[in-house]
């Protein structure tokens, strides 16, 4: 037998002892929750907060916010729920995922009671079973993802996980708000294989704009060029252009002025007294120059039969200018009026010139 003093010591030691083995034992994270009133027959129960009151063991109801009546013995407040949103952390866990990267990842859980009754008598610990449920649909989703799209969907993941637990938390009165992934820890050489990828990618970017950009720049040479040599070709067609407009054009008109004004001084010479013996003169000079010139040109020549008979070369000469001044002559007399003068006999030189054109 103990004495009375031992049996206030043997609960304190059982209690310790409990205590030592929860702190070796991990346990989930829970909230706090304040202690179950005492039922004095008044009670006051704060805003967003419902209190689960049993009749002799049996659910009676659920105590509003404000002032309430109970009966002292009969009634008890067996459960306390809080209808304020809960955030619970999720502890850290490995998953694989589709390629076979081992992932030690985390997050937050944000939950609300919806019904207080299911909360209490639908299952034992809500929050446990709210973050053991979040734990293992976090596994399966990344299990169907591949290591790159982890990172690239946690927002589909987040929603992902939130539809499950919200399917299976139907029963228990929660519903699942929002589902937040903090960390995600990816093994040392995974990262630096990640790393050197990431390297690799940014050099390949880098070559590319490199590239890009010589192309660029070999391009906007060509067109300056192909621009420079339109634009020279179109100065140089409009420099053409305005010579031969302006001065070619001024110097051919000069030319033909000079021409006409030389062919109405020989016709008036060719018409004055002895005109025709100096234009037999002058063609045979011009006979004699370029019979002189023909051995220096070439080395095949084409010579008349009577080369040296200067005399005939010229009366042919002038029996050609006799035959192309004739026409004009006959148009001339025409358009004259008939004079009632005597007929002249022809002159010399024109007997001449006849004969020379008959042969």
Known sequence: QLPASGLILVPFLQRSQQLKHSACVALPPRRLTSGLPVNIGVLFVPQ????????????HRILEPGLNFLIPLLDRIRYVQSLKEIVINVPEQSAVTLDNVTLQIDGVLYL??????K???????????VTQLAQTTMRSELGKLSLDRVFRERESLNASIVDAINQ?????????????IKDIHVPPRVKESMQMQVEAERRKRATVLESEGTRESAINVAEGQKQ?????????KA?????????????????????AEAIQLLAAALAQQHGSAAASLSVAEQYVSAFSKLAKDSNTLLLPANTGDITNMVAQALGIYAT??????????????????????PTAEVLKAEQASSS
């Open 324 to 345: 192309l001044t004739k026409p004009q002559a006959v148009k001339t007399q025409d358009e004259m009026p008939p004079a009632h003068e005597e007929p002249r006999p």
């Open 168 to 180: 299976a938390s139907d029963c228990w009165g929660i519903r699942c708000l929002r589902y937040e």
């Open 48 to 59: 967003q907060e419902a209190w689960i009151v049993e009749r002799m063991g049996k659910f």
């Open 228 to 236: 420079a040599q339109i634009l020279a070709s179109e100065a140089e």
């Open 239 to 259: 420099e053409q252009i305005n010579k031969a407009a302006g001065r070619e054009a001024n110097a051919m008109l000069v030319k033909a002025r000079a021409k």
């Open 119 to 129: 909360a209490s008598y639908g299952v034992e610990d809500p929050e446990y079973a």
């Open 112 to 117: 609300r009671v919806m019904d207080p009754y």
